[in-house]
């Protein structure tokens, strides 16, 4: 059901204070996340900064985070543009990187139309015998997938699954009404993920398993079991966390807390400046409640 693992973060880049990756870094990041709830990493996301990593850059953070845990959780790579031939291209470096699966956004700024979107996804899906989870967040790219589309497209062998970025759970239920098991729904927003669940989704894409995976993994244990009552009060307490990590642009919240309370992971690279002192202390009041959740 849940074909990548439930519990995927989707990872950010650290940074030297040169604005190098930070590869040391980056690769001890990776085992910790692995040791506290994460099933995956999702690299060279939106919270990891791809817009800003060179495409060399990609392929060297893929093939630390493969060699750091790759024997004991699944790696994802993002490798979507809005250049199809340059989502191939990436596609295919991922796959020789040893990555196990692939992520591929909504092309964004040129407004393809649907049928546009199937050919991206379907050239992208075709270049390697790994499999793709699709991304849809219009509100980044300005373009939803639509049902129907995600519905073609789930008809592909190696398109397996959605991050559902939508925010909208009514559109999570019609996704999941056409599709079935045929394409698997992952929350691509914190905030939605126990509510997501109850639409059809099976895992997440979170930015909060920085800081409380092992809390998310739990939630997820316990509405598996039955117990939706527990899975609720879990939610519940991490929620102000959940609000707080995007009360400036992301990954700017993340990692000035994750500065503070984990490691040096630098600043973001411009245009992201680093977080205000005062959204990083609302992230230290809300960790601390999410942490006895």
């Not at 270049?127 to 980044?140: C, K, Q």
């Not at 009514?170 to 914190?190: E, M, N, P």
Request: hydrophobic residues 45%; proline residues 6%.
């Amino acid at each position: 059901m849940a074909p990548f693992g439930e519990v995927l973060t989707a990872m950010i880049t650290p940074f030297t204070e040169a604005g190098e990756v930070d590869y040391t870094q980056l690769w001890k990041l990776a085992e910790h996340l692995v040791a506290n709830g994460s099933d995956g990493l999702v690299v060279s996301g939106t919270t990891g900064e791809s817009p800003t990593l060179s495409a060399d850059e990609k392929v060297a953070v893929f093939k630390t985070v493969v060699e750091a845990v790759g024997d004991k959780s699944t790696v994802i790579a993002g490798v979507g543009t809005y250049n199809t031939a340059h989502s191939v291209e990436m596609a295919r470096r991922a796959a020789e990187a040893g990555c196990h699966g692939l992520l591929a956004v909504t092309p964004y700024y040129n407004k393809p139309p649907q049928e546009g979107l199937v050919r991206h996804f379907e050239a992208i899906a075709d270049a390697t015998d790994l499999p793709l989870m699709l991304y849809n967040i219009p509100s980044r790219s300005v373009r939803l997938i639509e049902v129907d589309t995600l519905a073609r497209l789930a008809e592909h062998a190696r398109i397996v699954a959605v991050k559902d970025a939508v925010e909208d759970t009514g559109f999570t239920s019609r996704t999941y009404s056409a599709c079935g098991d045929a394409l698997a729904i992952y929350s691509g927003a914190d905030a939605y993920t126990l509510p997501m669940m109850a639409a059809g989704a099976v895992g997440v894409v979170s930015v909060a398993s920085h800081l409380v995976g092992r809390q998310i993994k739990r939630m997820f244990a316990e509405a598996a079991a039955g117990n939706g009552g527990s899975a609720t009060k879990i939610h519940h307490a991490l929620m102000p966390l959940f609000d707080a990590l995007f009360i400036e642009p992301n990954p700017m919240p993340l990692k000035g807390i994750l500065n503070k309370v984990w490691g040096p992971v630098g600043d973001p690279r411009l245009p992201l400046i680093p977080a205000s002192a005062g959204v990083v202390e609302t992230l230290e009041a809300a960790l601390a409640v999410a942490q006895q959740a």
